[in-house]
């Protein structure tokens, strides 16, 4: 793969990357890397499309979120999450005081690290991390990291083929949702949101925006070269008809929702947890 460009999953198009910069294929969580492979998955079963990680794009209008019919009724689901954001790339810790392999970028494909926190001790943070293998973590120093919150959460159910959004507990949106096909299917397990971006131009059916999870296909480990194969949430690329109004299993592993859909997760931050079961 050329330095400068972009190779990820949905179109067969190389498309130049917006700034000089070598593309460096991802092989352990310890390396910064500048491009990446979603596995957004088109219409059909035929090749993914490949979209190019813009610079970040300016914030996006505040989209209003339907209420549900009913509030949770899942203890599980927390009212907010703590979240850390790195500060500079740091060392990556096996336990507090315990160094471990290779270090927590500050920044992945661009964009700012910005992690759930999974447990504390006194001076420490153990955080998710977006690269693989999947559901990785570390622990990190406070002082490493700058700590925010969320209220949000996003689960993804295989079984019933729908999305949900939950506001400090209580469910807020659910949607039906195009998940991953029988031989590519989406992984099950506790990811989250590392950032969004523009679609590309032309933009062949992914909506308003793309989400860019840290969830990463077990299926296909380099598409096209990209170094990997990364989970996204956009829309329906292909017909609305084929989501439905029951959702379907019919992409290479990323998640599709209807455009309208999609709006509704519009206020929806960096390092939100996203939860997908089977």
């Known amino acids: 793969m050329s330095p400068g460009r972009i190779r990820t999953a949905l179109a ?5 990357a917006p700034r000089a910069t070598s593309v460096v294929a991802m092989a ?5 890397v500048a491009s990446v492979g979603l596995v957004l998955s088109s219409g059909g079963r035929t090749a993914d499309a490949k979209v190019q990680p813009s610079a970040p794009a300016p914030a996006r209008q505040a989209a209003r979120l339907r209420p549900a019919d009913r509030p949770v009724s899942r203890p599980a689901v927390p009212e907010n999450t703590e979240l850390a954001t790195v500060l500079e790339t740091a060392p990556r ?8 392999a290779g270090a927590v970028p500050a920044r992945w494909y661009e964009r700012p690290s910005v992690l759930p926190v999974i447990a504390t001790r006194p001076g420490w943070v153990r ?12 622990w990190l120093p406070v002082g490493d990291v700058a700590l925010s919150s969320t209220p949000y959460r996003i689960v993804v159910n295989l079984a019933t083929t729908r999305l949900a959004l939950y506001d400090h507990g209580r469910l807020v949106f659910s949607a039906p949702a195009g998940v991953g096909a029988e031989d590519d299917p989406t992984p099950t397990g506790e990811f989250f949101v590392a950032f969004d971006e523009p679609p590309p131009e032309p933009n062949p059916g992914y909506g308003p925006f793309i989400i860019v999870t840290s969830d990463h296909s077990q299926s296909i480990s380099d598409w096209e070269g990209s170094g990997d194969a990364v989970i996204g949430i956009h829309g329906p690329l292909g017909e609305d008809s084929e989501i439905g109004t029951s959702g379907a299993k019919i992409s290479h592993g990323c998640i599709r929702l209807h455009d309208e859909a999609l709006e509704q997760l519009a206020d929806v931050p960096p390092g939100t947890p996203i939860d997908v079961i089977g």
Not at 28 to 32: E, F, G, K, P, S
Not at 93 to 100: E, K, S, W
């Open 93 to 100: 810790y096996a336990a507090p005081g315990r160094l471990g």
């Open 28 to 32: 352990a969580v310890a390396v910064l």
């Open 12 to 16: 067969h198009r190389e498309i130049p």
């Open 127 to 138: 955080v998710r991390l977006a690269q693989r293998p999947d559901e990785s973590t570390a």
